[in-house]
């Protein structure tokens, strides 16, 4: 069974930055597509950022210019670096493979203080 675990969320002001990191095991990480999520209670879970195997990123259109999401082969590890942070970016943030069925990790909390 896949395990993604999270890390490096925590409680921030405005305008500052955070790094997410998804330490992945049991999975063959280079070849799948990685991304990460954000979900706040009553909503559903939205997409953030994307990255596959060879690189390439997509991003939602409300992170573009302040997220970059990046991988790490050598260590199965998947990055989100968030800069210029906002009180609407306040979410439990989640990491994705997209595995078969779609493999989730347990969530990092991130608060944006006004």
């Known amino acids: 069974q896949v395990q993604l675990v999270e890390s490096g969320g925590g409680l921030v002001q405005a305008g500052g930055s955070l790094r997410l990191s998804c330490a992945a095991s049991?999975?063959?990480?280079?070849?799948?597509?990685m991304g990460w999520y954000r979900q706040v209670p009553g909503k559903q879970r939205e997409l953030v950022a994307t990255?596959?195997?060879?690189?390439?990123?997509n991003y939602a259109d409300s992170v573009k210019g302040r997220f970059t999401i990046s991988r790490d082969n050598g260590k199965n590890t998947v990055y989100l670096q968030m800069n210029s942070l906002k009180p609407e970016d306040t979410a439990v943030y989640y990491c994705?493979?997209?595995?078969?069925?779609?493999?989730w990790g347990q969530g990092t909390e991130v608060t944006v203080s006004s």
């Open positions: 994705n493979a997209n595995t078969v069925p779609t493999s």
């Open positions: 049991r999975i063959v990480f280079s070849v799948y597509t």
């Open positions: 990255i596959t195997s060879f690189g390439s990123t």
